[in-house]
C-alpha cells in the first residue's frame, strides 16, 4: 500500500513563502513520477507542478511559473514545492500525487492531468493573508 504523507501547510502573509513536502512510502520511488495540485473552496482542483521521476523535467501551471519550483529527492523519498511571492489567490488545499510507470517509459515524463495519477496525498491547508 502506497502512502503519502504531506507536510502541515500554514498561514502566510502575502508575499511570504512556504515549502511543502510530501514523503511517499510502500512503493520503489525511483519508478514513481510525482506532481503537485490544488484545490480552492467551489473550485475544481487544479494542476501546480510535477517532476519527472529522472528529475530532468519539470513543469509548472502558468500562474506557478517562476514563483514555484518542485523538487525531489529520491534518496529520502519525498518531494517538496517550494512556495515564494505567494498570493491571496494561491489559498487553497494543496495535494500531493504519484504516478507509477512502467518499464518501458524513459522516466523523463511529466504528467499534468489528475486522472494520470495513481495515488494521492491528504491534503494541506495553505491560506495566504492580504
Known amino acids: 500500500q502506497v502512502q503519502l504523507v504531506e507536510s502541515e501547510g500554514g498561514l502566510v502573509q502575502s508575499g511570504g513563502s512556504l515549502r511543502l513536502s510530501c514523503a511517499v512510502s510502500?512503493?520503489?520511488?525511483?519508478?514513481?513520477?510525482t506532481g503537485w495540485f490544488r484545490q480552492a473552496p467551489g473550485k475544481e482542483r487544479e494542476f501546480v507542478a510535477a517532476?519527472?521521476?529522472?528529475?530532468?523535467?519539470?513543469y509548472y501551471g502558468d500562474s506557478m511559473k517562476g514563483r514555484f519550483t518542485i523538487s525531489r529527492d529520491n534518496a529520502k523519498n519525498t518531494v517538496y514545492l517550494q512556495m515564494k511571492t505567494l498570493k491571496p489567490e494561491d489559498t487553497a488545499v494543496y495535494y500531493c500525487a504519484v504516478k507509477f510507470e512502467g518499464a518501458y517509459d524513459t522516466g523523463n515524463d511529466v504528467y499534468t492531468k489528475l486522472r494520470q495519477y495513481d495515488y494521492w496525498g491528504q491534503g494541506t491547508q495553505v491560506t495566504v493573508s492580504s
Open positions: 517532476i519527472s521521476r529522472t528529475r530532468a523535467t519539470t
Open positions: 510502500g512503493r520503489t520511488f525511483s519508478r514513481i513520477a
